[in-house]
């Protein structure tokens, strides 16, 4: 929100002076982000009236101008500017003036006599953009008639006023004008309000323009009226174009030019139509599949169109029986414009709800002042009042004939009570307060409220959209006491060091593990798009999470798996170059459950489950002379998950995954005491989604769920044995279908005394008919560890034990000894 001072200081006037008013504003929220001067500093330049311009004798584009400064005496000045002609009044650089450097950090041009080919200059005449006023170069700044002879610009232009640059959170709406920056000074410093007046307009003819509204969650009030013979080519107030200057809008004619200057200082956006252009009577809805609109600023857009989550998107409509002439709370439209043909406008103000204009503007690669104001809020209960001004200053500039105001009321929001406990905002504060302290506060910012002991029930105005809540008020109390006077008194309390769950396993241990195994950490969005989500995870439309808003289109859904990021991430590195990647990300997924209803850390109806994934790419090993050179493959990445998770004990059962090579991925479980638990999935990447990520080469993926592996248990001390162990090995044939796997849940299941671990150590696949055994079969050979804590163990003992593994194999899985 930019201004200037001195439009402020008319309706507000503290005793501060400037900078101590914008440290004040800032202590309140209202951050001077910038504040400077109208114009650079210059020096000697005063207004002048040219006698006479003649031309130069040696220069077509040159002209030798006698002046009157003021200063008693003729000068005689060689200008080049087109528009020097005799009698206009123009602001004149003395001999010795200093004007402002042409560019930044340069110096200061002095102004001396000298000669232009060949006849003397005694100074020079100034255009805007040597002022430091614009970037109008073209000509001679032309200043009114009446401007006193000889009198410093600097004074007559208030050259020396500061513009005011403020940094507005998305919260304070309310002080997108300058009435709204006035009402909090006048909160800040104490200093009395005075608010624009005007005399409402007469009403001396009765047209009306019926209005329809057909959608009342868009438009909840709309006020109008008709005014007949107007000139639009009258000239705009120079106060009001020098006021919208310093607030950084152009003069563009008196129709607009009062249009914006009425937002600007009361915050409501207005729009002028030429009534002549519009075909029957003014309907406010939605738009309709097909319509087009040509805006004022020359663009055309498709009215319904999809927003940045791919979802179609409705924009509000001014629309007459022809169709839309105006995109509702954002920009007319170029065919009711109006221009110097004009005679008969109709002049609107309108309550949009903000959910109704929120992202439109965005959806059509602009913004406007209106827009930015609609979709924050603006205050539903001075649409009226500010038509009634701009209409005024219509009738008082441009001329004509007011209507009646046609005012239609449908929906809108009634601002509920909010009760601030006064030990709750001591608390949040940090300070002692006391009822007087808040009262005068509330006072202060014109809120309406009442006592109930030591609680305040606040009724917000209708412009304070942001007071909602009781934290809310609070800050507001903050605000106006003052930031700077709040101690900076740092937090007591008694530091007590947590000692480590013994039982379970910090995520940073894990991270750790995984970066030394060569992995680096990828950190992604939650978000990812909605092919990614249907490839890799095989959810329907109705399974996945949409994102009521998202940032951009490719991150419209909610992830139920780590692999969309993490491949993303694989093909920006190979696109960079890089030709082995290993990749792993700690984070939340997300799955609809609906029997889910409330609890820590989830949404009613959903899972936020943390996973642990990654992926593995390119050879084994970096290249070196040492090994050869191969890729990747799926038994790489379960040794790293092994040296992960030690000390858990986990296995791996061939299934199928949608996202994973069919005859390449397994899933993985959790070997305990009560069984196995079934944590995640590994495996190569499918194929066609290969194809689809057009990877050379297919990564191994896994992932699994972060809170089972971290689950250790305590530890149970056992006392070392006095005895030695004892080895023994059984070689076993078996047909090539059975795995590894059955034949030691098999051993294990008989719970043997003595046995301590059964591990594989060698498979034999004989060629075709080289060996005893049939062409379907295969020798596992199995290393058994026995131990008698107690005593040294016998050979009986021994091959008891190794007699009772092998009938239990026999009988379960039809094997033989070797």
Not at 266 to 289: N, Y
Not at 292 to 299: D, H, K, M
Request: proline letters at 5%; charged letters at 25%.
């Amino acid at each position: 929100m930019q201004f200037s001072e001195s439009w402020l200081r008319q309706y507000v006037n503290p005793s501060q002076d400037s900078d101590a008013l914008a440290h004040a504003m800032t202590m309140a929220g209202l951050e001077v982000e910038d504040r400077h001067l109208v114009a650079p500093a210059f020096t000697k330049i005063v207004i002048a009236q040219i006698l006479s311009a003649e031309q130069h004798p040696d220069a077509d584009r040159l002209r030798v101008c006698k002046v009157d400064a003021g200063t008693g005496q003729e000068l005689q000045i060689v200008c080049g500017a087109p528009n020097a002609r005799v009698g206009i009044k123009i602001p004149c650089a003395l001999v010795g003036a200093e004007l402002p450097p042409a560019e930044v950090g340069g110096k200061p041009f002095m102004i001396k006599v000298g000669k232009l080919r060949g006849v003397e200059s005694q100074g020079m005449l100034c255009s805007g953009r040597e002022l430091g006023l614009g970037d109008d170069h073209e000509g001679i700044l032309e200043l009114p008639a009446d401007a006193p002879l000889g009198k410093d610009i600097r004074e007559y232009l208030n050259l020396d006023d500061q513009i005011f640059v403020i940094k507005l959170t998305p919260n304070k709406a309310d002080c997108l004008s300058l009435m709204g920056i006035a009402r909090e000074v006048s909160a800040i410093t104490g200093a009395a309000l005075c608010a624009p007046q005007w005399n409402p307009p007469q009403t001396s003819i009765q047209d009306k323009r019926k209005v329809l509204i057909e959608n009342k969650e868009l438009c909840g009030r709309f006020a109008g009226r008709v005014i007949r013979g107007v000139n639009p080519k009258a000239k705009t107030p120079d106060w009001i174009v020098q006021r919208l200057a310093r607030a950084g809008q152009r003069s563009i004619s008196a129709l607009v030019d009062l249009s914006n200057y009425v937002m600007l200082e009361m915050g409501q956006p207005t729009h002028v139509f030429d009534i002549d252009k519009l075909e029957g009577d003014i309907t406010v809805r939605w738009a309709k599949s097909g319509e087009t609109l040509e805006l004022l600023n020359g663009q055309t857009v498709t009215l319904q169109g999809p927003d940045s989550a791919g979802k179609t998107q409705e924009a509000g409509v001014v629309a007459d029986q022809k169709g839309p002439v105006a995109l509702a709370g954002i920009m007319g439209g170029n065919h009711c414009a109006v221009s110097d043909d004009t005679k008969n406008i109709y002049v609107e103000a309108a309550y949009w709800l903000p959910s109704a204009i929120q992202g439109r503007a965005r959806r059509f690669n602009f913004s406007t002042d209106a827009a930015h104001r609609f979709e924050r809020g603006v205050d539903p209960q001075n649409t009226v009042n500010c038509l009634e001004y701009l209409s005024a200053l219509i009738l008082e500039v441009c001329g004509g004939q007011a209507g009646p105001v046609d005012d239609q009321v449908l929906n809108v929001p009634v601002l509920k009570p909010v009760r601030m406990r006064l030990a709750r905002a001591m608390q949040v504060i940090g300070i002692p307060l006391t009822n007087d302290i808040v009262t005068d506060v509330f006072q202060r910012l014109g809120f309406e409220f009442k006592q109930e002991g030591d609680v305040f029930v606040v009724s917000p105005p209708s412009y304070r959209f942001d007071i909602e809540i009781e934290e809310d008020l609070i800050e507001e109390v903050a605000r106006m006491y003052g930031f700077e006077n709040i101690p900076d008194q740092p937090p007591v309390a008694l530091l007590k060091m947590s000692a480590k769950a013994e039982a379970k396993r910090g995520i940073h241990v894990l991270r750790q593990r995984l970066a030394l195994q060569g992995y680096q950490e990828a950190i992604n969005f939650g978000f990812t798009d909605l092919e990614s989500e249907q490839r890799l995870a095989g959810a329907t439309e109705k399974e996945v999470i949409a994102v009521l808003n998202p940032i951009a289109s490719q991150y419209g859904v909610m992830r139920s798996t780590l692999w969309g990021g993490l491949l993303n991430n694989l093909k920006a590195n190979l696109n960079r170059g890089a030709g082995r990647v290993r990749l792993f990300e700690a984070g939340r997924v997300f799955k609809r459950d609906s029997s889910i209803q409330e609890g820590p850390g989830m949404v009613t109806g959903f899972t936020q489950a943390q996973k642990l994934g990654g992926l593995a790419y390119g050879s084994f090993v970096p290249e070196q002379w040492a090994s050869a050179n191969r890729a990747v493959d799926f038994f790489d990445v379960k040794g790293d998950i092994e040296r992960v998770l030690d000390p858990l004990h986990f296995i791996t059962e061939a299934a199928q995954h949608l996202a994973l090579h069919p005859g390449r991925s397994a899933q993985i479980f959790l070997k305990t005491n009560a069984g196995k638990t079934a944590v995640g999935w590994i495996g190569e990447l499918h194929p066609s989604l290969q194809q689809a990520y057009e990877l050379p080469q297919a990564p191994v993926l896994f992932e699994f769920d972060l809170d089972p592996i971290r689950k250790l248990g305590l530890p149970q001390p056992e006392e070392l044995s006095k005895f030695q162990a004892v080895q023994r090995d059984l070689a076993l044939v078996v047909k090539q279908a059975v795995s590894a796997q059955s034949l030691l849940d098999a051993m294990m299941a008989s719970k043997q005394n003595f046995v301590r671990t059964i591990e594989l150590f060698d498979e034999f696949k004989p060629k075709a008919g080289s060996s005893s055994m049939a062409d379907d079969e295969k020798s596992l050979a199995f290393r058994v560890i026995l131990l008698n804590p107690n005593e040294t163990l016998q050979d009986p003992q021994i091959d008891a034990v190794m007699a009772a593994l092998l009938i239990a194999v026999e009988k379960k899985c039809a094997a033989r000894l070797r």
